[in-house]
């Protein structure tokens, strides 16, 4: 556990949810699979979660570290909503301990370390209409270790007819898994590599649990789910491994999940590798598409990995260059050429809902927030 530097003041503090008083003044925290038991004055191994009083507090809950208008191309999503913006947000603090964290900046400082904005839940629904963006993503730290901020975000997003979108890492357990995706339109979930032994080494935690989330979003939710595997040279590009990795996507979640290879770039404590060669990139989804799934990605790098094709007749269906969409020749969510539906929510049904409603529009948000650069 980590002791905090400062306790943060009590006007600031949220209290959290899934945690439970232990003996002599600790808590048990049972969000994810870490299950910290956490002292008096300390914080769990995520560094956001404290113990004040023997009850636990959520330090992330209304103060984002980061804040951003990005593509949903950018989450990796290539399947909802394409060519739209969504809001970002994430937090300090995180529940792995990925060596290779390409936002070790905030996603390895304490709460204190960080310059957050105090921004309420309803306050980031508004911002995300100021920008035009008809969703909303939780992203660059793990979310769900903000899980109290992302339900009440949701929730006022859902009133506005604005979506959520997480980008997480899948290492959450049950309980909280449950009763955050109960509010969530859309996810990718990394699954970093397919054997345990470079969880445990590389990113300090486990692959069970992520199997099993992104299983049961699949069957147990109506969240759209895509994934991303980031393959970083000698620790886990092995063709073989790629080649475990489809076959339990086959196997347990079917064909049509889209899955993003993304290249890695050397940063945080693995500087001394090597970059992802592109024909890494292309090995992997070609493997992928020969043992039959539907679409797969190439991402961080320029080419033709990024475009959508029909699995039938292989029309071009989303022609992408990085980033950006150029062409969407989409048909009502089918190709033109053959019919075939084309998995994904192509449009915005919570936003069209809302249209009839009459918006929420708070005219107090003006001039509020103009320092944030967005
Ligand atoms: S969410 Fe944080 S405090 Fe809670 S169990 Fe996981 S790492 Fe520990």
């Not at 969510?333 to 929420?360: D, F, H, Y």
Request: aromatic share 10%; glycine share 8%; net charge neutral.
């Amino acid at each position: 556990m980590h002791g905090l530097e400062t306790l943060p003041k009590a006007e600031s503090r949220h209290e959290a949810r899934w945690w439970e008083a232990m003996p002599g003044g600790k808590v048990h925290c049972y969000l994810c699979p870490r299950h910290c038991h956490i002292g008096e004055g300390q914080a769990g191994f995520c560094f956001i979660r404290a113990n004040h009083g023997g009850k636990l507090y959520s330090l992330g809950y209304a103060h984002p570290a980061a804040l951003q208008v990005d593509p949903i191309e950018k989450k990796p999503l290539n399947h909802f909503l394409p060519g739209t913006r969504v809001f970002s947000l994430g937090t300090a603090g995180c529940n792995m301990g990925c060596f290779f964290c390409q936002n070790w900046d905030i996603s390895k400082s304490r709460a204190d370390q960080v310059r957050a904005n105090y921004i309420p839940p309803e306050d980031v629904v508004q911002l995300a209409i100021r920008h035009g963006c008809p969703s909303i993503a939780f992203t660059y730290n793990e979310p769900t270790i903000w899980g109290e901020y992302v339900i009440d975000i949701s929730q006022a997003a859902r009133e506005q007819g604005i979506n959520t979108v997480m980008v997480s890492n899948g290492y959450t357990a049950r309980e909280a898994r449950h009763d955050i995706y109960e509010h969530i339109d859309a996810a990718n979930i990394d699954l970093k590599a397919f054997t345990d032994h470079f969880y445990a080494r590389v990113t300090l935690s486990h692959l069970q649990p992520v199997l099993e989330t992104l299983e049961w979003l699949k069957k147990e939710t109506g969240v759209w789910i895509e994934m991303t595997n980031l393959i970083i040279p000698t620790l886990n590009d092995a063709p073989a491994e790629t080649r475990a990795l489809c076959e339990w996507v086959l196997e347990h979640l079917g064909p049509d999940v889209p899955l993003h290879f993304t290249a890695f770039h050397p940063d945080f404590k693995l500087r001394d590798l090597p970059g992802t060669p592109p024909e890494t990139l292309h090995a992997a989804r070609a493997t992928a598409l020969q043992m039959g799934l539907h679409y797969v990605y190439e991402g961080n790098i320029r080419g033709n990995g990024a475009h959508t094709y029909c699995p039938s007749c292989k029309t071009l269906l989303v022609l992408r260059s990085w980033h950006d969409v150029q062409q969407n020749y989409l048909q009502n969510g089918c190709c033109p050429t053959c019919g075939l539906a084309i998995p994904g929510r192509w449009t915005n049904v919570r936003g069209q809902a809302a249209g009839k409603r009459s918006l929420k529009k708070d005219a107090t948000l003006a001039g509020r927030y103009e320092d944030l650069n967005l």
